[in-house]
């Protein structure tokens, strides 16, 4: 079976400062990674993903994420958080023998003046 | 423009009363799915479908039917709400094994 762990439900952060949003894996063979952003009263936005290749893939906004595989993680980060970058934050993961996409609770990032 | 639709994007009704939630997307995706997201809980998926005529249970699927028999649309249908399906619904599209593209959002209020 395959899930995901988003430890913290939220995650507090001054402007400017950086950030790091944490998720955890399990799932067997080769994982597809997403994160997701939703701002008050949207659907989701896709970020960025990984599939294979390099382990820091760069996405939307500015953000970024790593892949750690002996970890099984995937965190996502901003060296310089704003204001506007408060939202909640989902990973999912999709194993590449199927399709079902398994999300995480959602972490809430609040980024202060 | 690119993009999943949902109607309604909210509705009030009360327990035992069938309706259909629907969705449709202009990407020409292959893969379908609804997903129920609650506070503390995430977004769980209802059913999924990899393409017309072929649809399969998500891990929340008792209460709701969906159909496929158009690959843009995939409505969802409850067929005797009762007070527990009250949720924020979100119906997605993605081509094979990429990311989803999300609709609006659908919140339902069963009474």
């Known amino acids: 079976a395959q899930s995901v762990a988003q430890p913290e439900d939220q995650v507090n952060v001054a402007e400017g400062n950086p950030l790091t949003v944490k998720c955890t894996y399990s799932?067997?063979?080769?994982?597809?990674l997403f994160w997701y952003v939703q701002y008050p009263n949207r659907g989701l936005q896709f970020l960025l993903k990984?599939?294979?290749?390099?382990?820091l893939v760069k996405g939307s906004y500015g953000f970024e994420a790593e892949f750690n595989k002996s970890q099984t993680s995937f965190h996502l980060k901003k060296p310089s958080a704003l204001v506007s970058d408060s939202a909640l934050y989902f990973c999912?993961?999709?194993?590449?023998?199927?399709?079902?996409?398994?999300f995480g609770k959602g972490t809430s990032l609040l980024v202060t003046p | 423009e690119a993009q999943v639709t949902q109607n309604p994007r909210y509705l009030i009704t009360v327990t035992g009363k069938k309706l259909t939630v629907t969705c449709s997307q202009n990407?020409?995706?292959?893969?379908m799915s609804w997903y129920r997201q609650d506070p503390g809980l995430g977004l769980r998926q209802i059913y999924y479908s990899m393409n017309v005529e072929v649809t399969d249970k998500g891990d929340v699927p008792e209460g709701y039917k969906v159909s496929r028999k158009e690959k843009r649309n995939f409505p969802l249908i409850l067929e005797s709400p009762s007070p527990n399906q009250t949720s924020l619904y979100f119906c997605a599209s993605s081509p094979p094994f990429g990311p989803g593209s999300f609709g609006p959002g659908t919140r339902l209020t069963v009474l």
């Open positions: 990407m020409n995706h292959e893969y």
């Open positions: 999912a993961v999709r194993p590449n023998s199927g399709y079902a996409l398994n």
């Open positions: 799932v067997s063979g080769n994982p597809y």
């Open positions: 990984y599939i294979t290749g390099d382990n």
